[in-house]
């Protein structure tokens, strides 16, 4: 099993930032594909970013692309999402999800990842 918790959101202004962090627990951090999911008022869940075990290889959405930087720190249980230049679009509740199997793909269906926090919400004022 695997916990996750998210935290860092809040209130920002447009070309803003904010970091994001997802502290996880209850199994091997490292050996799981992990990612950030987003889901704006009223709209369905949608993909944000996810990143490889080794923090080698990142995926991104592209309406985020050259904004957020996805990163992990395997030795402290922690994934992070750095949000610069944010808009009011990327008004959001954030989720991290873990993958629950050991696959290496970084999969951008939420349906592919077993584990989920509770999300953290993220508002960007015009």
């Known amino acids: 099993q695997v916990q996750l918790v998210e935290s860092g959101g809040g209130l920002v202004q447009a070309g803003g930032s904010l970091t994001l962090s997802c502290v996880t627990s209850g199994r091997t951090f490292s050996s799981n594909v992990v990612g950030w999911f987003r889901q704006p008022p009223g709209k369905e869940r949608e993909f944000v970013a996810a990143i490889s075990m080794s923090g080698a290889r990142t995926a991104y959405a592209d309406s985020v692309k050259g904004r957020f930087a996805i990163s992990r720190d395997n030795a402290k249980n922690t994934l992070f999402l750095q949000m610069n230049d944010l808009k009011p679009e990327d008004t959001a509740l954030y989720y991290c999800?873990?993958?629950?199997?050991?696959?290496?793909?970084?999969?951008?269906?939420?349906?592919?990842?077993?584990?989920w926090g509770q999300g953290t919400q993220v508002t960007v004022s015009s």
């Open positions: 999800a873990a993958r629950a199997t050991a696959s290496a793909v970084l999969a951008t269906q939420s349906t592919s990842y077993g584990y």
